[in-house]
């Protein structure tokens, strides 16, 4: 073989290697939100991003969740402060979001929150141009728990919560985003104590469990489109 056909060979067998290579790189998924995405009332695996993850890997498709930012207490001004500059490192394909109950709790105006709402989306299209690769989650309602009511602060929870999330829906429909109601399957906790973590607020891995069944189907549909 003389050296014109080896290199030529040896040129053809780096371009396989390179292109298997990129087969096999992983899904980059990251989840933004609050206190409902970290998973706070159950263990770091039993949150539902990372359920999710988990069920996707064993159906075969390549994902990693490389980063869960959700954190208690935030609203979406934290968020914008807090977890949107990690973007720029972890390089996302997928994000999900998941955010307003804060926001809500603490009195922020509903026409602030819809600013806030469209930043964060206008910042994510920057990193991820697709709308097809981002996906909304909608507000819980916390007030069929145990201690969720001692957050009303004279206010109606469910009605406050529910236009919440009529400024998520609108907000992602103009930006041709999915999103996902997780509102009236949240309600299920007031007729299955186990759904409930120990604090009388958050979901229990059973809970996250019940989220993560309704989820993973849409985010299934989303990667293999």
């Keep these: 073989m003389n050296k014109k056909v080896l290199k030529i060979l040896i040129s053809v067998l780096c371009l396989v290697s390179t292109n298997a290579f990129a087969v ?3 899904i980059r998924y990251v ?6 995405t970290i998973g ?3 263990q770091p695996d039993e949150s539902w991003p990372a359920r999710v993850t988990a069920r996707l890997q064993g159906r075969g498709i390549p994902i990693e969740l490389v980063g869960n930012l959700g954190h208690n ?3 979406s001004r934290d968020l914008i402060d807090g977890e949107l ?3 720029q490192v972890l390089k996302p394909d997928y994000v999900t979001l998941l955010i ?18 469209e930043y964060i989306l206008g910042e994510l299209l920057k990193i991820i141009p697709d709308p097809g690769r981002i996906l909304i989650i909608t507000i819980p309602d916390f007030s069929v728990t145990p201690t969720g009511r001692q957050f009303s602060y004279g206010r109606d929870i469910a009605q406050g919560i529910l236009a919440f999330n009529q400024i998520l829906l609108q907000v ?3 930006h041709h985003i999915k999103t996902i109601d997780l509102f009236p399957l949240s309600q299920n906790m007031e007729q299955d104590p186990s759904l409930i973590a120990s604090d009388g607020l958050h979901p229990s891995a059973k809970g996250y469990a019940q989220w993560a069944d309704l989820i993973e189907p849409v985010f299934q549909q989303m990667l293999l489109n």
Excluded: C, E, I, M
């Excluded at 989840?31 to 409902?36: K, T, V, W």
């Excluded at 603490?106 to 806030?116: C, I, K, N, P, T």
């Design 24 to 26: 096999q790189k992983p």
């Design 31 to 36: 989840a933004l939100g609050d206190s409902y």
């Design 40 to 42: 706070t009332g159950a």
């Design 73 to 75: 207490g935030w609203t």
């Design 85 to 87: 500059p990690l973007l």
């Design 100 to 117: 307003g109950v804060n926001d809500w709790v603490q009195g922020v105006d509903a026409r602030l929150f819809q600013q806030h709402v």
């Design 172 to 174: 992602a429909l103009r």
